[in-house]
């Protein structure tokens, strides 16, 4: 065999590794805890088997199958991987603001495996976060559900390829801001907003019809009709229309909460979410009734004009409605102070324990759509886990163990100290914050540039 054939050789064997490679799936068997399953209430002094990424066996006394590592959580809690509904861990560039709509673009193909954000959220139990396109456009990126493989050699790896796709769409001030006064065009107004929505919807339906007709007639025989010109950004709105994306979208007044609704329900859009969602308590009644739930701050706001009406029983108000709640960071900081968030329902509304669990595990899988797969410690579920020292929504609550899929990726007694003291290559070591409204927004980062520019040119036209 010459040179060339054994260099051929090496490179197929080298695409088969690559081909047949797995996700590290893991076994471990938890003994001794107080497990938290989210849905089934609570078990004391429980085992719980994981074999190949999956939960197999719940109860007590479960022996360890041969070569399964054994830990002992006696006197620890063990509950569900927490799940962040919106974040921007992994992403160093999160807005496409150079149109209203920029359906095309995907954040799965930007994401860092290698963040450090990734290992942080993992030392505050968070297993699975929601990587969103930012909040400049009406219609932005799609998103992306990452399971926390921090360090993955495949990039690949850290995509929850089961998930459901998603898509960010953005309300009020933000594309406002950018687009109307910023660059001159439409939206200039949160009625310009709507009419950005329903023109794009329109038009993929449109578009949908053009496709539609010729796949009719290319099976009449003899036929020369030409396809449509494909195009991805209407492709991806036709696919919002026919229940294939579910859309997150960035919101703050109950007004243009209620105009989505309308605009959804006018294009028999079921599968929507919203994020921030402060003044949903004012119209709690029909986000439970026409979508798939509100993701919220605990007790953010004031932070811009638009934010300033509201309140901290917000969260409480959209569950006692019956919407589906969910509680997120928007922040690379707040993502490992999840469990706290969460316990501020109970301050702010007398939630309950399984209550105020569920917006940060169970809820916010049902909003992205994996329910069936994580967001509570079941039987057949996969193992993404986190074992507290003291109960989670203590204030002494301290994350010791996350796994995800069985293997554990932060252990807080044997990891390297200086593996906690590494530092984003694209993060300033000691931020300084001069402006503190958008700069400090991860929905709006990177778009004062685009802003400045074509606030400047703008300007320029009308001297």
Known sequence: MNKLNYLLAAFVGLGLSVAQAQTPKGSVLIKNATVLTVTKGNLENSDVLVQDGVIKQIGKNIAAPSGVQTIDATGKFLMP??????????????????????????????????????????????????????????????????????????PADIIMQDAPRTIKFALGENPTRVHGRG??????????????????????????????????????????VTPP?????????????????????????????????????????????????????????????????????????????????????????????????????????????LYHEAAKTQRYGGLTDDEALAMITINPAKQLGIDDKVGSIEVGKQADLVIFESHPLSSYAVPQMTFVDGVKYFDIKSDKDDQRQLVAATEMVEPIFLRANEEAHRCMQDVDAYFEAFQGAFLEEKH
């Open 229 to 337: 010109v494909y195009n991805e950004r209407l492709q991806t709105l036709a696919d919002i229309l026919d229940g294939k994306i579910i859309i997150h979208c960035h919101s703050y007044r109950a007004d243009e909460i209620y105009m989505l609704i309308n605009v959804a329900k006018d294009f028999n859009i079921k599968k929507l979410v919203f994020q921030h969602t402060n003044e949903g308590f004012k119209v709690a009644p029909e986000i439970a009734e026409y979508t798939m739930g509100a993701s919220v701050f605990a007790d953010w706001w004031a932070y811009k004009m638009e934010v300033y009406y509201s309140t901290a029983f917000n969260a409480a108000i959209l569950q006692r409605n019956g919407a589906i709640t969910s509680i997120n960071s928007d922040s690379a900081e707040l993502i490992r102070h």
């Open 183 to 224: 660059n001159g065009i439409q939206p200039r107004t949160r009625m310009g907003v709507e009419a950005v929505l329903r023109n794009g919807f329109s038009e993929a339906l449109q578009y949908k019809k053009a496709w539609e007709t010729y796949n009719a007639a290319k099976a009449q025989k003899g036929n020369t």
């Open 81 to 154: 991987g927490i799940i962040d509904a919106h974040s921007h861990v992994a992403l160093d560039v999160v807005n496409e603001a150079s149109s209203p709509i920029t359906s095309e673009v995907r954040m799965k193909d930007v994401v860092n495996p290698f963040e450090i954000g990734i290992y942080r959220a993992l030392a505050g139990g968070v297993t699975i976060s929601h990587a969103m396109h930012g909040s400049a456009n009406v219609v932005g990126g799609q998103n992306a559900t990452l399971k926390h493989r921090w360090g993955a050699k495949d």
